[in-house]
């Protein structure tokens, strides 16, 4: 089976950095997503990180510790429109399908 | 046009009623998938196809049944919908590469009274 774990709420001021953590344990696994998810609307895909170490995209960067079972998103310079839910999810071996977390909800204040 | 598109986006509909939820995609993908999002619960899966002749059940799939019409069509469907199905249904595809990321449609609100 596979438990993901995230937390539940962040809040953080416009310009500021917030790292936001997924913790994983998974009897398989091929990589991690992260994905941006605006109220009401589609996930949209932010990373994806295979290897131990951080990737790097703009604003937004990614880091994964295989050993640890632990990988954190990074946001810099924090915009009002980051105000949405982050969600982790695993893609395990065999199946190749991705399991989410439950989700971080950020909130981004003036 | 939206990539993977999903119909109807909105459906209020009463305990016991049959219900479609239509899925298509223009992505080319092999891969499809049909989530359920809850409060709190995040995103779940309930079926997923990886090609026409492949449907397999994911963690949640009691009350639910799948048809895979064409390699651009998934349809999730509800034979008699109760109000705990009441969520915000969203299709996804991906290729069959599997490190590239799931595309989402824009996702079906079903509300069953």
């Known amino acids: 089976g596979q438990n993901i774990d995230q937390p539940t709420e962040m809040t953080a001021t416009e310009g500021a950095i917030v790292q936001i953590n997924c913790t994983y344990q998974?009897?398989?696994?091929?990589?991690l997503f992260w994905y941006q998810q605006h109220a009401g609307e589609a996930p949209t895909f932010l990373s994806y990180?295979?290897?131990?170490g951080l990737e790097e995209k703009g604003r937004f960067s990614s880091f994964l510790s295989r050993s640890k079972g632990y990988s954190y998103l990074l946001l810099k310079e924090l915009q009002m429109k980051d105000s949405a839910s982050y969600l982790c999810?695993?893609?395990?071996?065999?199946?190749?399908?991705?399991?989410f977390g439950t989700g971080t909800r950020l909130l981004v204040s003036p | 046009d939206a990539d993977v598109t999903q119909t109807p986006r909105n459906r209020i509909t009463k305990t016991g009623k049959r219900i479609m939820l239509e899925c298509s995609q223009t992505?080319?993908?092999?891969?499809m998938y049909w989530y359920r999002q809850d409060p709190g619960l995040g995103l779940r899966l309930i079926y997923y196809?990886?090609?026409?002749?492949?449907?397999n059940k994911g963690e949640i799939s009691d009350g639910y049944s799948v048809s895979r019409q064409a390699q651009a069509k998934f349809s999730l469907s509800l034979e008699s919908a109760i109000p705990n199905q009441t969520a915000l249904y969203f299709c996804?595809?991906?290729?069959?590469?599997?490190?590239?990321?799931?595309?989402f449609g824009q996702g079906t609100r079903l509300t069953v009274v």
């Open positions: 996804a595809t991906s290729d069959n590469q599997g490190y590239t990321e799931a595309f």
């Open positions: 998974t009897s398989g696994f091929n990589g």
């Open positions: 990180n295979v290897l131990d």
């Open positions: 999810a695993v893609q395990n071996t065999g199946f190749q399908k991705l399991v």
């Open positions: 992505k080319g993908h092999d891969r």
């Open positions: 196809s990886f090609d026409v002749k492949d449907i």
